[in-house]
Each structure stands twice: as C-alpha cells, then as structure tokens.
C-alpha cells in the first residue's frame, strides 16, 4: 500500500486582514493574541465597525502548515470542508497552487465558508474573530478514514474540535491502529481552555504528537514552568514542540528535550501562521526521520520567517532562503531536490 506522507484535518478559512492599533483592538473588547468564534453576522457588523477594506487570503491553521509542507516537497493533503459561495474556490485554488491536494467533504447548499478578521496591531500580533460557517460541524463519519489512516502522518488541527462529534476519537484511534503517527496542533489559549478536558484525555491514547506553544502548554497541563510543562508531556510518551517567540522553541520527545534559540529577526511584520509554519519545518524533518535538533531547526527557521512578512503562508523564496542559510540540513534531510520544482515555479506543481 502506498502511503501518503502528510495528511491533514483542518477548517478552510478565509483570512480577511485588517491592520489595526492595539487599543482598538482592546476598545472591541478582544483579548489580544487570541481566536474568538462569532456568527457570520457578527463578523460582518466587525468588518462594519473597522471601516477598512480586509485583505483577502488563504487561511486555516492545517492548511497553512499543509502548505508550509508543499513548499518544501512533502507530498502534503488537505481534507476540509468549504460552502457554497464565491470564497470557496478561492481558497481551494490558493492552496492547490502551494503543490498541495485537497479533498472537499461535501456540503449543504447555500452554505459560508469559514472566515476570519484578522487584526494585525503595530507590534505584529494578531487577534482574530473567526466565523466557522460550513466549518462549524464535522462528524466523523463524513472524514475519509481510509485516506488518514494511509498517511505516515495526520495533522490535526486543534480548531476541529469545535466542530467534531463525538466519535472524533474513536475515529482517529482506528487510524492509529493503522500505523499513523497523529500530531495535534493546539491552536490557541482559549481553545485549549474550551477543550482541555477533551484534549488531556487524547494525549498518548489518539494523539501522539502535541504542537503549540508555550502559553497553550501551561493552559493545557496547568503547570506555569516550561520545565514542568515538558516533564508532564513526557510522562505521558508524548512528542512535540513547544514554541516561545523570541526565545525560539523547545523540542522533546518522552527521553529528551532540545531547545533551539529564533534566528535573528529582520521585523516582525505578522505573526499570524507562525506556530503554523513551525509545525510545517517540525513535520518536514519528522517525516526524512530527522532528530529533535534538526526538527527544531528547521521549525524556527519557518517560524521566523513567515512573521517577517504579511500573512500566514510562506512565500517562495524562503525556499531559496533555507538553502542558502541552511545547505547542511536541506542536504542530510534530502529536502534539495523535493523542494527545487515548487521554487522553481512559484509555488504550483
């Protein structure tokens, strides 16, 4: 059986982009560096308030990972659900065009695809107020589980579970079962609030991997010392990475922990997707059998790098970047040839 080498669950947002102050921000009531869901109808009275035109883009956190991945050559699919309406092949089209599959679940007539304002402040943080639409149910019945279970990896996105049934976990230990390794991406503080029995009850029983940050990870095993929040990790078998901005990223698996300094840092222009783009260079070298070193390595270069530009989706010439800065990892990764096409061309293959 062919496997796939990453496979990936995750909401299909629009991003609708705003540049914004910090006190507005604070003056809309928004706890800054946070996702809070509305109704479609409360983001478009936001969009309303702010009095700005949004950029349009791609958006969800699975899927900018996904297309982290396809630019670096890992043969990436995304499984998501989009409405009915007009954002819906623009997202599609934007992530096919990364070298990355997608697989639509189906959906009701006259249905909205997810989208999120995105208030990006002068210090680069984003804020964002997500309507889930079409994206707000998931049960696992609609999920191709022949497809999951066939990939070495399953990205899931913490997101999801606002959505999913409750056969979810049931759902993602049969593809366990199957020889899939399942890495959880956790999204943010408030969803690790709304969710953290839910996900503790996951950790080393359909999760293997846990991916987020330092702040997510104090929330979701309530221990405020990184030290202790990676001790409880690995107590229970667990992989993963914790990032922490400036200070780079902490890296572990159940034996050890690896912590990897930010490269230098030109600007911080946007830091949406940049727990996103980690998670992309932490999979990439996972999936050439890289060692926690290089997986860090790799994920603060992404990390850094997509926050020194607008948006949460890496551009091309990082590829370039990373071969320049990095020749000796691209190289023992065997990431040098997968990845020259989808430079080479702009990001479609």
């Known amino acids: 059986m062919t496997r796939h080498e990453v496979v990936a669950l995750g909401s299909a947002v629009v991003d609708l982009t705003v540049n914004v102050r910090a006190r507005e921000v604070d003056r809309l009531g928004l706890s800054r560096g946070t996702m809070t869901l509305a109704s479609v109808e409360e983001v478009d009275d936001l969009l309303r308030q702010l009095r700005r035109e949004p950029t349009l883009s791609g958006g969800g956190s699975a899927a900018n990972t996904a297309a982290g991945l396809g630019l670096l050559g890992v043969e990436t699919t995304v499984v998501t659900r989009v409405g009915d309406d007009e954002l819906a092949e623009r997202w599609v089209d934007e992530l096919v065009a990364t070298g990355v599959d997608v697989v639509l679940l189906a959906s009701p007539p006259k249905s909205h695809t997810a989208r999120s304002v995105v208030l990006v402040d002068e210090f680069g943080e984003r804020t964002m107020v997500t309507a889930l639409g079409v994206a707000g149910t998931l049960d696992a019945e609609d999920v191709p589980a022949p497809l999951l279970a066939e990939a070495r990896w399953c990205l899931v996105e913490g ?8 056969g979810f976990e049931s759902l993602l230990r049969a593809v366990r079962s199957k020889g899939s390794r399942i890495a959880l991406s956790l999204g943010d503080q408030l969803l690790v609030e709304r969710h953290r029995e839910r996900i503790v009850h996951m950790l080393g029983r359909e999760v293997d991997v846990v991916l987020g940050n330092g702040a997510e990870g104090a929330q979701l095993v309530r221990q405020p010392a990184l030290s202790r929040i990676v001790s ?30 930010a490269p230098s ?17 932490y999979l990439a070298a996972a999936t050439r059998g890289g060692d926690l070193a290089q997986r860090a390595l790799l994920g603060t270069f992404l990390g850094t790098a997509v926050v020194e530009q607008p948006g949460a989706r890496l551009r091309p010439e990082v590829r370039r970047r990373l071969g320049d800065e990095l020749p ?4 023992a990764l065997g990431l040098d040839q997968r990845c020259s096409a989808v430079a080479d061309d702009g990001g479609s293959r």
């Open 159 to 166: 997101y999801v579970l606002d959505a999913a049934s409750s």
């Open 232 to 261: 409880e990790l690995q107590a229970r078998r667990l992989e993963g990475a914790l990032t922490l901005g400036r200070d780079g990223a902490v890296v572990f698996d159940e034996r050890e922990a690896v912590h990897q300094p």
């Open 265 to 281: 840092l030109a600007a911080v222009v946007d830091t949406t997707g940049a727990g996103d783009q980690f998670a992309a260079g």
């Open 328 to 331: 000796e990892l691209v190289n």
